[in-house]
């Protein structure tokens, strides 16, 4: 089985809407697909229909951004109710800041004589609730600034660099709380991707299983070879079970292609291991219980 359960829409900053997402995940042997935008749920009905109509498993997602020891973190959060209004609210909140700070940074290009990129990064946003740097991304390869994306994240919005803003996001306990009334389980996203040294990196799991997070990405399209034997090793120590994504977002950007990648580690439990899997269509935990 095939479990891609990290990519992102139109929603956020993925490329494509959500039902052609999920279109994609099919062509690409995907079967069981979770859609996980950055801080907004509004893709998930959409998705859920059309991985009904291909045949594939879908589980509804989030990926929601944190700040932890002055260091940006993502929490994906999986099999969530997207009407629950704890969630929601948190989520409105990210959403707020989200967009002050796209003014921050629209000020800061501005200021190295790059002018309009707040509004030029909007009209890249197809949910304008939702802005992030990808969208600035995208308007200063418009601009002829940059020839692709990766190339702006070396040059542009990241610290020491024309366009960098500092930011506080939600801290780590609100957004593992807001997975766990939403019914859901908090995974750490990606953690060979963070800027912590391998001592914070194993203070940050063990708070992280305390708090009630569940799980964490072992196979994830920016880890290599050696992290995701690093993380499975980790995972075990630690009682969290493994994820497998690609963090999708458009083809040739970011992250993998959908459904790509190797399997889990053998020495791992999957995040799956105790779904549901007998309805297609939507997936359902058969029960909550966290792997010791
Ligand atoms: P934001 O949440 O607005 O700060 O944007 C974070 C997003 O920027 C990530 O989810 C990626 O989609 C994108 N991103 C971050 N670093 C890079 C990179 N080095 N290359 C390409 N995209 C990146
Ligand atoms: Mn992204
Ligand atoms: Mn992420
Ligand atoms: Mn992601």
New binding site residues.
């Given amino acids: 089985m095939n479990y891609d359960l990290h990519c992102h829409s139109s929603i956020s900053?993925g490329i494509l809407s959500p039902a052609r997402l999920v279109q994609r995940a099919a062509e690409k042997g995907v079967d069981v697909l979770a859609l996980t935008d950055?801080d907004d749920v509004a893709g998930l009905g959409e998705a859920a229909q059309a991985a009904e109509a291909a045949g594939i498993g879908f589980v509804n997602g989030v990926e929601i951004?944190v700040t932890w020891s002055g260091v940006t973190l993502h929490v994906v959060g999986l099999n969530v109710d997207a009407g629950n209004a704890e969630l929601q609210a948190g989520l409105a909140g990210i959403q707020h800041g989200r967009r002050e700070r796209a003014e921050r940074i629209g000020q800061e290009l501005g200021k190295h004589g790059i002018v309009g990129a707040f509004e030029g990064a909007l009209r890249h946003a197809a949910n304008p609730r939702l802005i992030?740097?990808?969208h600035f991304a995208r308007f200063l390869i418009g601009q002829g600034v940059c020839k692709d994306?990766?190339s702006v994240?070396k040059k542009y919005l990241v610290r020491g660099k024309p366009g960098y803003v500092t930011h506080e996001w939600t801290s780590l306990a609100n957004a593992v709380a807001w997975i766990r009334a939403a019914g859901g389980q908090a995974v750490l996203a990606h953690p060979g991707r963070y800027d912590l040294k391998g001592k914070a990196t194993r203070r940050l799991l063990g708070e992280f299983r305390e708090i009630g997070g569940e799980g964490v990405e072992v196979v994830t399209g920016s880890h290599t070879p050696d992290q995701h034997a690093l993380f499975a090793e980790l995972a075990n120590f630690y009682g969290l079970a493994a994820s497998r994504g690609s963090d999708f977002?458009a083809p040739g950007?970011?992250g993998r292609e959908l459904g790509s990648g190797p399997d889990l580690p053998l020495k791992c439990t999957p995040i799956w291991h105790n779904w549901d899997l007998t309805n297609t269509g939507q997936t359902r935990m058969a029960s909550k219980t966290v792997p010791t």
């Fill in positions: 900053d950055h951004s992030g740097r990808t994306v990766r994240f977002h950007e970011y």
